[in-house]
């Protein structure tokens, strides 16, 4: 049976994600060079300094607690570069997306990567933030991490003999951070020492996500006021507001609230995950929110391209990367329809993702002998099947790779995953005490399917087209017995239902925005001739047979005008799409 497609989900970090010299290695184009002179203008016109000054220091450049202590603001410009210059990096190597979820202050820079913001506005968003706080915050106070659940965190913060101190982040059932004023917070972690819990200061200049930023979260709400998210070409889940952002709605009050309200991660994870969230990706400096995704689920991939002295931004981002000619599936995003900060919603998982049909390898038939196997192409085609099924970057299956003790791959796995090699080159394994364990490594599977096959002199199958790390999902257009006689016959509802469906999969858009009154081009940005070919196949669909009577799909620029124009097109009234 295929594999359930999996969702791809950039998660971008927020304050602290900061590693001395991480950009050096990243700015190595004109484009994303563009991006750090971008921000850099920005930040040196609202702040007077900006993040370019940590280019090139290379060993010379600052801790993320020396930043702290002296330049606070630049280490909050440090963390927003940081992803921003990542997701150009992966982007223009190919590097696809599903999902992106943001992690704090990470919300503004998943923003900028999905398209709501340009580069420009999102870092003037991020300095408003940083303004605001520097001239509102007067607090001194921190945060702390805990390693504990909320349970337990909420028991420590009922011990404090003062008020101030609040769960500032449920990262998970192992961490959970707060936040408050510093001699509340020395208090917290003696009491989590006596009690046998791990408690960890962050690098953050402001107690995060406390109602103690009430004027600091009404100062950035006045700042922003007049910014609105543009076209999302990627949603982007709120851990904080609990729902989607929405493409054209303001902000002001929205990322305000950030300051004040809690981050909910371990709700998010498991969301994300009952959704097909399979292959989270850190975007940003180190691994931290990567950590945390599978200290809550670990039935996930995590790649993190910048976590350790060298960068294997290339190696993720050809893994990231659609096969060719295999367009990227991208879920539509539930949209909340309320405002301000809300219950979690349920993310619910496309059906783009529901079961797609991933090509077995096909078989020609027997073509000579296996003398005609070419190792490297054998190499090749495993490796692929390999990497699809256990979701590994390819470049881990090297020859001496252990599949077991490098990889935790176990022998049922490698047994399953040999019988699909088996049948893939018409191998026929041994029956005289044959185990899997005894070819532990990449290469030694390898060798024992061109080995085993040129001693028993067989005739293998080649493989034409070896599977693709990412195959089209096949989805189904509605069912359609033939043309619709007569409108009595039609149900409008049905009717919007199926188109709703079929522009929400093409356009890659959430389904609740295509309303009666939704303006396609206005509203939406289709075009008149992504229109036409939308129309063409609804046409199609229900049987509306074309006129030639001058018809102009543009004549009816609403989702409900082309409802109604198939219901009544179906009826019997003749139209055409040009």
Same mark, same amino acid.
């Given at each position: 049976?295929?594999?359930?497609?999996?969702?791809?989900?950039?998660?971008?970090?927020?304050?602290?994600?900061?590693?001395?010299?991480?950009?050096?290695?990243?700015?190595?184009?004109?484009?994303?060079?563009?991006?750090?002179?971008?921000?850099?203008?920005?930040?040196?016109?609202?702040?007077?300094?900006?993040?370019?000054?940590?280019?090139?220091?290379?060993?010379?450049?600052?801790?993320?607690?020396?930043?702290?202590?002296?330049?606070?603001?630049?280490?909050?410009?440090?963390?927003?570069?940081?992803?921003?210059?990542?997701?150009?990096?992966?982007?223009?190597?190919?590097?696809?997306?599903?999902?992106?979820?943001?992690?704090?202050?990470?919300?503004?820079?998943?923003?900028?990567?999905?398209?709501?913001?340009?580069?420009?506005?999102?870092?003037?968003?991020?300095?408003?933030?940083?303004?605001?706080?520097?001239?509102?915050?007067?607090?001194?106070?921190?945060?702390?991490?805990?390693?504990?659940?909320?349970?337990?965190?909420?028991?420590?913060?009922?011990?404090?003999?003062?008020?101030?101190?609040?769960?500032?982040?449920?990262?998970?059932?192992?961490?959970?951070?707060?936040?408050?004023?510093?001699?509340?917070?020395?208090?917290?972690?003696?009491?989590?020492?006596?009690?046998?819990?791990?408690?960890?200061?962050?690098?953050?200049?402001?107690?995060?996500?406390?109602?103690?930023?009430?004027?600091?979260?009404?100062?950035?709400?006045?700042?922003?006021?007049?910014?609105?998210?543009?076209?999302?070409?990627?949603?982007?889940?709120?851990?904080?507001?609990?729902?989607?952002?929405?493409?054209?709605?303001?902000?002001?009050?929205?990322?305000?609230?950030?300051?004040?309200?809690?981050?909910?991660?371990?709700?998010?994870?498991?969301?994300?995950?009952?959704?097909?969230?399979?292959?989270?990706?850190?975007?940003?400096?180190?691994?931290?929110?990567?950590?945390?995704?599978?200290?809550?689920?670990?039935?996930?991939?995590?790649?993190?391209?910048?976590?350790?002295?060298?960068?294997?931004?290339?190696?993720?981002?050809?893994?990231?990367?659609?096969?060719?000619?295999?367009?990227?599936?991208? &879920?539509?995003? $539930?949209?909340?329809?309320? /405002?301000? *900060? !809300?219950? =979690? @919603? %349920?993310? #619910? +998982?496309?059906?783009?993702?529901?079961?797609?049909?991933?090509?077995?390898?096909?078989?020609?038939?027997?073509?000579?002998?296996?003398?005609?196997?070419?190792?490297?192409?054998?190499?090749?085609?495993?490796?692929?099947?390999?990497?699809?099924?256990?979701?590994?970057?390819?470049?881990?299956?090297?020859?001496?790779?252990?599949?077991?003790?490098?990889?935790?791959?176990?022998?049922?796995?490698?047994?399953?995953?040999?019988?699909?090699?088996?049948?893939?080159?018409?191998?026929?394994?041994?029956?005289?005490?044959?185990?899997?364990?005894?070819?532990?490594?990449?290469?030694?599977?390898?060798?024992?399917?061109?080995?085993?096959?040129?001693?028993?002199?067989?005739?293998?199958?080649? &493989?034409?087209? $070896?599977?693709?790390?990412? /195959?089209? *999902? !096949?989805? =189904? @257009? %509605?069912? #359609? +017995?033939?043309?619709?006689?007569?409108?009595?016959?039609?149900?409008?509802?049905?009717?919007?239902?199926?188109?709703?469906?079929?522009?929400?999969?093409?356009?890659?858009?959430?389904?609740?925005?295509?309303?009666?009154?939704?303006?396609?081009?206005?509203?939406?940005?289709?075009?008149?001739?992504?229109?036409?070919?939308?129309?063409?196949?609804?046409?199609?669909?229900?049987?509306?047979?074309?006129?030639?009577?001058?018809?102009?799909?543009?004549?009816?620029?609403?989702?409900?005008?082309?409802?109604?124009?198939?219901?009544?097109?179906?009826?019997?009234?003749?139209?055409?799409?040009?």
């Amino acid at each position: 049976m295929p594999p359930v497609a999996e969702m791809i989900v950039g998660v971008f970090p927020g304050q602290g994600a900061y590693l001395p010299g991480v950009l050096d290695g990243l700015v190595t184009s004109e484009r994303t060079r563009a991006v750090v002179d971008e921000v850099e203008d920005v930040a040196v016109r609202m702040l007077g300094r900006g993040p370019s000054g940590l280019l090139g220091a290379g060993d010379r450049a600052p801790t993320a607690d020396q930043l702290l202590a002296t330049a606070p603001d630049t280490l909050q410009l440090a963390a927003f570069t940081t992803s921003v210059v990542l997701h150009e990096a992966l982007r223009e190597r190919g590097a696809t997306w599903q999902l992106f979820v943001g992690h704090s202050l990470g919300e503004i820079s998943a923003l900028v990567a999905a398209g709501a913001f340009s580069l420009t506005e999102g870092t003037e968003v991020m300095c408003h933030r940083i303004l605001a706080l520097a001239e509102h915050d007067g607090s001194g106070g921190r945060m702390v991490a805990l390693a504990c659940d909320r349970t337990r965190t909420e028991q420590i913060l009922a011990l404090l003999p003062e008020a101030g101190v609040v769960v500032a982040a449920v990262n998970g059932n192992r961490q959970t951070t707060v936040s408050g004023p510093q001699p509340a917070l020395t208090t917290v972690c003696s009491i989590a020492e006596a009690l046998g819990v791990r408690a960890s200061p962050l690098v953050s200049p402001h107690p995060f996500h406390n109602p103690v930023l009430q004027p600091a979260r009404r100062a950035f709400a006045r700042r922003i006021r007049d910014y609105r998210t543009g076209h999302l070409h990627t949603p982007v889940f709120s851990p904080i507001l609990g729902r989607h952002y929405r493409s054209g709605e303001p902000v002001g009050d929205v990322l305000a609230a950030h300051l004040v309200h809690p981050v909910d991660l371990l709700g998010t994870v498991e969301q994300v995950h009952r959704a097909g969230g399979r292959i989270w990706v850190e975007m940003g400096a180190g691994r931290t929110v990567t950590n945390l995704v599978r200290s809550v689920n670990d039935n996930v991939l995590t790649l993190a391209p910048l976590a350790g002295p060298t960068s294997s931004v290339a190696e993720v981002a050809g893994f990231l990367a659609p096969s060719t000619d295999v367009p990227p599936v991208t &879920p539509p995003a $539930p949209v909340d329809s309320g /405002a301000g *900060p !809300a219950p =979690a @919603e %349920p993310i #619910v +998982a496309p059906a783009a993702h529901a079961e797609p049909i991933v090509a077995e390898p096909i078989v020609a038939g027997p073509v000579g002998s296996v003398g005609s196997l070419d190792r490297a192409e054998v190499v090749a085609a495993v490796r692929a099947l390999y990497a699809r099924v256990l979701e590994y970057p390819e470049e881990v299956f090297e020859d001496d790779a252990q599949l077991e003790a490098d990889l935790g791959v176990d022998s049922v796995k490698q047994t399953e995953l040999f019988g699909r090699v088996a049948q893939l080159y018409g191998v026929v394994p041994p029956t005289n005490g044959f185990r899997i364990g005894d070819h532990p490594t990449f290469g030694s599977v390898v060798d024992l399917v061109v080995g085993h096959a040129s001693t028993a002199g067989e005739q293998v199958a080649t &493989p034409i087209v $070896p599977p693709a790390a990412v /195959a089209e *999902p !096949a989805v =189904a @257009e %509605p069912a #359609v +017995a033939g043309p619709v006689g007569s409108v009595g016959s039609l149900d409008r509802a049905e009717v919007v239902a199926a188109v709703r469906a079929l522009y929400a999969r093409v356009l890659e858009y959430p389904e609740e925005v295509f309303e009666d009154d939704a303006q396609l081009e206005a509203d939406l940005g289709v075009d008149s001739v992504k229109q036409t070919e939308l129309f063409g196949r609804v046409a199609q669909l229900y049987g509306v047979v074309p006129p030639t009577n001058g018809f102009r799909i543009g004549d009816h620029p609403t989702f409900g005008s082309v409802v109604d124009l198939v219901v009544s097109g179906s009826a019997g009234t003749a139209v055409a799409v040009r």
